[in-house]
């Protein structure tokens, strides 16, 4: 069973635009969710990470959107570029163990 | 500084095989986790050590097994090798425990391909 649902799949930007990929979660004992960007060939760095108090958090061009009551939570990228084309994967933390979503494919189109 | 490194990069086994994956985290770091990333999907945590320890192990069988050195590297082990732990298995490490601002630095991985 997936613990943190990801969507959409696959996202097609154009060059400026905003990408959001969306997670959600039913285990509320998460109390850690990061956001990795994977390129191929590499493993996932990490980009951006926030806890369940805080709504919002912003680094640069990403933003997280924190939803505690709905358990769900999404990575905006405000002026997408060509560099961002990657994976994104979001994850949750519960003890010491990592749960992963399935991931989101992103292409930004110059 | 060097980031976390992985032997091999690749690999080939035949089913029923055991396969040895190494890791060397950062220096300084004193966590190590394994993650299974099996094509399209996210990466599924198998182990987490710190200090040499077991502190934290995911929903794995036990042919799977890990084990961390006094210079913090790390070896994770699979038993009887089947078709379906082919997979990209990633070592992360991290200063202490990750998470509450202990960052996850992956290592580019190893990929076993099971035959």
């Known amino acids: 069973q997936q613990q943190v649902k990801q969507s959409p799949q696959s996202l097609i930007v154009q060059k400026g635009g905003i990408s959001i990929i969306n997670c959600a979660y039913e285990n509320t004992a998460f109390d850690y969710f990061p956001w990795y960007q994977q390129f191929p060939g590499k493993g996932p760095a990490l980009l951006i990470a926030?806890?369940?108090?805080?709504s919002e958090k912003k680094e640069g061009r990403f933003t997280i959107s924190f939803n505690k009551s709905a358990k769900q939570f999404s990575l905006h990228i405000m002026d997408s570029q060509p560099g961002d084309s990657a994976t994104y994967f979001c994850a949750a933390r519960a003890g010491n163990q990592f749960y992963f979503g399935t991931g989101t494919s992103l292409t930004v189109i110059p | 500084d060097a980031g976390v490194t992985q032997s091999p990069t690749h690999l080939i086994k035949t089913r029923g095989q055991h396969v040895t994956l190494r890791c060397s985290p950062i220096s300084g770091h004193k966590s190590v986790s394994w993650y299974q990333q099996v094509l399209g999907q996210g990466p599924q945590f198998i182990f987490q050590?710190?200090?040499?320890?077991?502190?934290g192990r995911g929903n794995f069988p036990d042919r799977f097994s890990a084990r961390q050195f006094p210079n913090y590297s790390s070896e994770l082990n699979v038993n009887a090798l089947l078709l379906g732990d082919s997979a990209l298995y990633l070592c992360?490490?991290?200063?202490?425990?990750?998470?509450?601002?202990?960052?996850?630095?992956f290592g580019p991985g190893t990929r076993l391909t099971v035959l």
């Open positions: 050590y710190y200090e040499k320890e077991e502190r």
């Open positions: 926030i806890r369940p108090d805080v």
């Open positions: 992360a490490s991290s200063k202490g425990l990750a998470g509450d601002g202990n960052t996850q630095y």
